[in-house]
């Protein structure tokens, strides 16, 4: 009985939502396609190195580090990213962490995550960013949603029934919402954690992301909430693809390969360390 309940934790902590897609063929007909979630950071088509520079504000960062909480999160979620946070533009950053909400550097979070993936609101403005930037400083110096990260730990594993692969995705999104009203519960208060945090952020600046509470979000739904991926929570607008500011293969990230250049028929092959930016893109397994 014992090894059943191991073999039924780990089948469920492995379970990634998956849906049909419908496409066409090179005859133009009509197929449809079983699509999985993806972990991979990264465009299907290959990680795009970039630079602090080629960021704007309003960009939603994600990360992952060496660190026991950052494995444990993505062992329990199975995600490849821990945390998220945005960017303010003049290479300032505001993110909910242990110590509290802060608006620190991004050279310090470069320099600290080996990885750093970029993604984008296709509808971004300056109102918006002018709106979010006000919102990160009003919160700074806030306290940690401590309450909120134990309410979701259960959550996490739970909600696992409902991404079972072949569930359809109404039925999905209705579990998930179903088990997060029940486990989680809204609540109301002015601490937020790391996800929280975003979605907060971009419902102040009337872009919302999605219409489904800040609280029951982890970073792996903000990031699953892009363009050629299975959400689990449902976006008002796919996020866009920007780049890596740093790459490290992992056991839930895969691979950092390169995306092909415009121009170059090969396939997309491993990073180069001679052909990269500064900011780490190594293969190491962590």
Wanted: proline share 6%; glycine share 6%; net charge neutral.
């Amino acid at each position: 009985m014992k090894s059943i309940c191991i073999l039924l934790l780990c089948f469920l902590l492995s379970a990634c939502a998956a849906q049909w897609h419908r496409g066409e063929d090179v005859d133009g007909q009509h197929r449809y396609d079983l699509q999985f979630q993806r972990n991979n950071t990264a465009a299907p088509t290959g990680v795009v190195p970039i630079q602090a520079a080629d960021l704007q504000a309003g960009d939603i960062l994600f990360s992952a580090d060496s660190g026991l909480q950052s494995r444990s999160l993505r062992l329990f979620g199975n995600s490849s990213v821990s945390h998220a946070f945005l960017y303010l533009g003049d290479g300032q950053i505001a993110e909910a962490v242990g110590s509290g909400v802060r608006i620190g550097s991004l050279d310090d979070s470069v320099h600290h995550s080996p990885l750093l993936a970029v993604y984008r609101h296709p509808q971004f403005n300056s109102t918006a960013a002018v709106a979010i930037r006000r919102f990160a400083e009003q919160e700074a110096g806030g306290k940690y949603n401590y309450v909120g990260i134990l309410k979701q730990t259960p959550y996490t594993v739970t909600r696992k029934v409902c991404e079972l692969p072949l569930i359809p995705r109404q039925f999905r999104h209705m579990c998930l919402n179903t088990m997060a009203l029940v486990q989680v519960t809204p609540f109301a208060g002015e601490r937020y954690f790391c996800s929280q945090l975003v979605i907060e952020a971009y419902n102040r600046a009337g872009l919302p992301l999605t219409h489904t509470p800040p609280e029951w979000i982890s970073p792996a739904d903000i990031l699953h909430m892009r363009e050629h991926d299975v959400p689990s929570v449902v976006p008002v607008v796919p996020l866009q693809y920007v780049g890596h500011l740093r790459c490290r293969a992992s056991l839930w990230n895969g691979a950092c390969t390169e995306a092909a250049r415009v121009g170059n028929s090969a396939a997309a092959a491993p990073l180069a360390a001679d052909a990269l930016p500064p900011a780490d893109f190594s293969d190491e397994v962590r």
